[in-house]
């Protein structure tokens, strides 16, 4: 079955970096986009960033410039490398990937930006 796994996460000060990575197996890895998003407390689900099967990126307004997406095919992975974090930053982080059609999510990893 489709599996996530999400790690990286932690606590890290205003300005400091982080590398989140998602796991996955239970499908052809090299063939599927994968997304990260984020919940803040109160707040709804946003997607944070996506990557194409074929390695194209788009990012939310609010991390371009600081979030960078990648992915390793070899050990299906992707990567969300995330630089000049902020407190608002703060948030669960989940990995998702919809195959056939159905969406699946990982457990998700808290990021905690704080002084």
């Not at 079955?1 to 989140?20: C, F, T, Y």
């Not at 803040?40 to 997406?69: C, H, M, Q, W």
């Amino acid at each position: 079955q489709v599996q996530l796994v999400e790690s990286g996460g932690g606590l890290v000060q205003p300005g400091g970096s982080l590398r989140l990575s998602c796991a996955a197996s239970g499908f052809t890895f090299r063939t599927y986009a994968l997304s990260w998003y984020r919940q803040a407390p109160g707040k709804e689900r946003e997607l944070v960033a996506f990557i194409s099967a074929g390695g194209n990126t788009d990012y939310a307004d609010s991390v371009k410039g600081r979030f960078t997406l990648s992915r390793d095919n070899t050990k299906s992975s992707v990567y969300l490398q995330m630089n000049s974090l902020k407190p608002e930053d703060t948030a669960v982080y989940y990995c998702k990937v919809v195959v056939r059609l159905s969406p699946y999510w990982g457990q998700g990893t808290q990021v905690t930006v704080s002084a």
